[in-house]
């Protein structure tokens, strides 16, 4: 059994950073697709981003692209989520998620059906 673990979130000011990670359990780290969603309250889970298998290809939100950075650490069984420029409309419950289907598109990555695996969310919440 695959198990994902968030690194505890916090409160932070508009403009700030904050690095969230992901440790992942199993043997097979490098055969998942990893990607960080959100989910604010009364809103739908919302996709952030997605690092493939190798840990060179990533896709963004257009709302985040530019402000956050994932990356991964094979050794380490651990995906990062590195946030700059925190915004007030980024306070959200803040999940990374496993895909283990080598078939998935970067379309199919977009959407929370496709993840086998999640973590327990982790809170963020930007102040303004």
């Known amino acids: 059994q695959v198990q994902l673990v968030e690194s505890e979130g916090g409160l932070v000011q508009a403009g700030g950073s904050l690095r969230l990670s992901c440790a992942v359990s199993?043997?097979?780290?490098?055969?998942?697709?990893v990607g960080w969603f959100r989910q604010a309250p009364g809103k739908e889970r919302e996709f952030v981003g997605v690092?493939?298998?190798?840990?060179?290809?990533?896709r963004y939100a257009a709302s985040v692209k530019g402000r956050f950075t994932i990356s991964r650490d094979n050794a380490k069984n651990t995906v990062y989520l590195q946030m700059n420029s925190l915004k007030p409309e980024d306070t959200a419950a803040y999940y990374c998620?496993?895909?283990?289907?080598?078939?998935?598109?970067?379309?199919?990555?977009?959407?929370?059906?496709?993840?086998?695996?999640w973590g327990q969310g982790t809170q963020v919440t930007v102040s303004s």
């Open positions: 998620a496993a895909d283990s289907d080598i078939g998935s598109t970067w379309f199919d990555l977009l959407n929370v059906r496709t993840y086998d695996y």
């Open positions: 199993g043997r097979t780290f490098s055969s998942y697709a």
């Open positions: 690092v493939l298998r190798n840990g060179l290809s990533t």
